[in-house]
C-alpha cells in the first residue's frame, strides 16, 4: 500500500516488480528470466538498486534475431556469432533510459492510468523520491481495473485490422522478423485452408530460445538450424477468442477469464477479422466518438464506456 501525499491510496502494480535484472547481467540472464517469470518487462537498476532503465520483450526478441540490434549486433559485429553477445551484452546495453516513472507519494492513480493510456506505455517502475526501485505498474494492472459493464462499443470498433497473420510452417525467423517489422507481439497462425489454427506470441519465441538443446545449438554455432524451426512446434492452440459484434466488455471479461492479453476476433462465419488486445482497449477505447473515460481514484475503478452516440 502507497499512501500519496495527496491523500489517495495507490494499490495497483507489484511490489517489487516481477522482474529486475542488475545493470551488468548478460543476456543469457536476462533471456532464462524472462522465461523463468513470463514477464514482459523488467526492471534495470544500478548498485544501490537505483533505476537506470527498462528492457521488454521487443527488445531480446529484436538482438535473438530479425531486428536492427540482431542485425548490428549480432551479424556486423560479431559476425553472426549470437551466443557470443548473449554473453557478452549487458542489460544495460539493451535497455531503454530515461523511461517514464511513478513517484511514490508524488504520483496519483488518475495521473498513472492518464500515462500510460495515453503514452501508450506497457509498464512504467515505481520508485522513490532517490530513484530507487519500489515496484512496477503494467497494462495488465490497469486493464484490472476497468469496470466490465457495457461499455456500448463493439469490438470491431477499436480491433486491429487487417490481422498480420503467418502460416503454420513459418520459420522462427521469419516470425521474429515480422514482429519487429510490425511491431507487434503476437501472430495468428493459419491452416492450409485459411483458418485460425493457433497463435504464436513473443513469449513463445523466448521460451524457444531459452530451451537447453536450443542454447546448445546457439553454443555450437548451429544458429540455422535454430531459426529453420517452424511455428507450429512452438506455438499455442488452445485459443480464446471472441465475435467482432460483441461489447468490448465481453472482451475484457475472456481475458480475465483465460489470463491472457489479447483476443483473435472471429466473424459469424467464423472467420479471423481482427485481433483486440489489452493495449486496444486501453488506448483506442477511449478515443471513440462518444466514450468518457473517469478514474475513481477512492475505489481504485477505470469506468470506459459510450455515453452518447
Known amino acids: 500500500m502507497v499512501l500519496s501525499e495527496k491523500g489517495e491510496i495507490l494499490l495497483i502494480g507489484r511490489y517489487p516488480p516481477l522482474l529486475m535484472f542488475p545493470h551488468d547481467a548478460d543476456m543469457i540472464t536476462v533471456l532464462l528470466g524472462f522465461n523463468r517469470r513470463g514477464a514482459k518487462h523488467a526492471v534495470v537498476f544500478d548498485d544501490e538498486m ?13 538482438l535473438l534475431g530479425g531486428g536492427e540490434r540482431w542485425r548490428r549486433i549480432v551479424v556486423e559485429e560479431r559476425g553472426g556469432d549470437l551466443y557470443r553477445a548473449l554473453t557478452e551484452l549487458k542489460a544495460s546495453d539493451l535497455m531503454v533510459s530515461d523511461t517514464p516513472h511513478v513517484v511514490v507519494g508524488e504520483t496519483r492513480l488518475d495521473e498513472v492510468v492518464e500515462m500510460m493510456m ?7 517502475p515505481v520508485v522513490t523520491k532517490d530513484m530507487r526501485v519500489v515496484g ?8 484490472e481495473l476497468i469496470i ?11 480491433m486491429s485490422s487487417p490481422v498480420v497473420t503467418a502460416e503454420l510452417s513459418t520459420s522462427v525467423k521469419r516470425i521474429q522478423e515480422i514482429m519487429t517489422e510490425k511491431r507487434i507481439r503476437r501472430i495468428p497462425l493459419l491452416d492450409s485452408l485459411g483458418s485460425l489454427a493457433g497463435i504464436v506470441t513473443m513469449r513463445d519465441i523466448i521460451r524457444y530460445y531459452a530451451a537447453e538443446p536450443v542454447l546448445e545449438k546457439i553454443r555450437a554455432g548451429k544458429l540455422e538450424d535454430v531459426y529453420r524451426e517452424q511455428a507450429k512446434n512452438i506455438g499455442s492452440y488452445r485459443i480464446a477468442t471472441v465475435n467482432e459484434n460483441r461489447d468490448v466488455s465481453q472482451a ?3 481475458m480475465r477469464a483465460h489470463g491472457v492479453g489479447c483476443l483473435p476476433v472471429l466473424d459469424n462465419e467464423g472467420r479471423l477479422v481482427g485481433i483486440i488486445t489489452e493495449r486496444d482497449i486501453l488506448t483506442k477505447l477511449p478515443r471513440r466518438v462518444g466514450v468518457e473515460r473517469f478514474v475513481d481514484t477512492l475505489r481504485h475503478r477505470i469506468f470506459i464506456g459510450r455515453v452518447f452516440f
Open 148 to 158: 466490465d459493464t457495457t461499455m456500448y462499443v463493439s469490438v470491431k470498433e477499436i
Open 118 to 124: 495515453d503514452h501508450r506505455l506497457g509498464a512504467v
Open 252 to 254: 475484457v471479461r475472456i
Open 136 to 143: 512496477m505498474i503494467s497494462e495488465r494492472h490497469i486493464s
Open 50 to 62: 537505483r533505476l537506470r532503465g527498462m528492457l521488454s520483450l521487443r527488445d531480446v526478441v529484436d
